[in-house]
């Protein structure tokens, strides 16, 4: 089958270029048409979004600053090393 590309492809297999077209197997091509990276060659591709689609504002939230707590040392002493006889 022939597909146009509509992204960069690469694998073990080899470097499929956007705007290229390519003659493969029908399942790997269903495969990469179902998935939107690529249209069957002869078919335009579906226009991208437009800008005035795209949100611009990116949320971001803050996680409230971590309780401080003390440590103890236990059990090793005032060196911090276990004695061994």
Same mark, same amino acid.
Request: proline share 9%; net charge positive.
């Given at each position: 089958? !022939? ?16 705007? !290229? ?5 029908? !399942? ?58």
């Amino acid at each position: 089958m !022939k597909i146009t590309m509509r992204t960069l492809s690469a694998g073990p297999s080899g470097i499929l270029e956007p705007g !290229k077209i390519y003659e493969i197997e029908n !399942k790997f091509a269903q495969a990469l048409i179902g998935g939107g990276f690529a249209v069957p060659a002869g078919k335009p591709a579906p226009a991208a979004a437009p800008a005035s689609e795209v949100p611009t504002e990116v949320e971001t939230t803050m996680a409230a600053p971590a309780a401080e707590k003390a440590v103890s040392r236990r059990g090793k002493g005032a060196t911090g090393r276990s004695r061994r006889g």
